[in-house]
């Protein structure tokens, strides 16, 4: 697609729940981010894949997020046991290769709400 | 540890006046740097980036500055505009290694019309 596309947009999940959230990068882009916004404030770094290397995770909160990305394209963060304090708009980025054009593109994120 | 920051989190401007936020960041490794626009609702949309083998670069209404020796980043938007209004971020980068980003805190931007 032209952009980076995100599902659901907005989701609301009873606490204890478990949550998938999608990124469908930019076509040809190889590098894929995961960050989290939590309202007024800034991007939290959640986990990088580049390419077939092992990604980084370095930044997931706790063993209840993970992440995969199948084939090298569509990814998927999944949240375990959802509590409050996940409430956070989750949002994807994705870009060329290391050596290219640098910038990272966003998606428009998935707004997720516990209650 | 690495740390990417700004001076003010809330900034407001009149119409039609010059608006300049500020960046700090602590990692002189950092060799790539790049401002973001946030409108409500919305994600982070590129404005401008630049190199560290630069220290100037413009854009349409926009310029960023970097200055090495301080470690210091500036986005300057001219002729301020109400659609200018959200939150603005800078970010770095090390080209070398792979492309993780890290973003500041973010600024608030209200323009008054």
């Known amino acids: 697609g032209a952009g980076v596309s995100q599902s659901p947009s907005n989701k609301v999940t009873e606490k204890g729940k478990d949550v998938e959230l999608r990124c469908d990068p930019i076509s040809g882009h190889t590098a894929l981010y995961w960050y989290r916004q939590s309202l007024g404030q800034g991007l939290e770094f959640l986990i990088y894949?580049?390419?077939?290397?092992?990604?980084?995770k370095s930044g997931l909160p706790s063993d209840r997020f993970s992440a995969e990305r199948t084939g090298g394209s569509v990814s998927t963060l999944t949240i375990q046991r959802t509590q409050q304090e996940d409430s956070a708009v989750y949002l994807c980025?994705?870009?060329?290769?290391?050596?290219?054009?640098?910038?990272?593109?966003f998606g428009e994120g998935s707004w997720l709400t516990v209650v | 540890g690495e740390s990417v920051g700004l001076h003010l989190p809330t900034l407001s401007v009149q119409e039609g006046d010059n608006s300049i936020i500020n960046c700090a960041y602590s990692?002189?490794?950092?060799?790539?740097f790049i401002w973001y626009k946030q409108e409500s609702g919305k994600g982070p949309q590129f404005i401008i980036d630049i190199r560290s083998n630069m220290d100037k670069r413009q854009g349409q209404r926009v310029t960023v500055l970097l200055n090495k020796t301080v470690k210091h980043l500036s986005l300057q938007i001219a002729a301020t505009q109400p659609g200018d209004s959200a939150v603005y971020f800078c970010a770095e980068k090390r080209t070398g290694g792979y492309q993780k980003v890290t973003f500041g805190t973010g600024t608030k931007l209200q323009v008054i019309p």
């Open positions: 894949f580049q390419g077939n290397s092992a990604p980084d």
């Open positions: 990692n002189s490794a950092s060799d790539y």
């Open positions: 980025a994705s870009s060329l290769p290391q050596g290219t054009q640098n910038t990272i593109y």
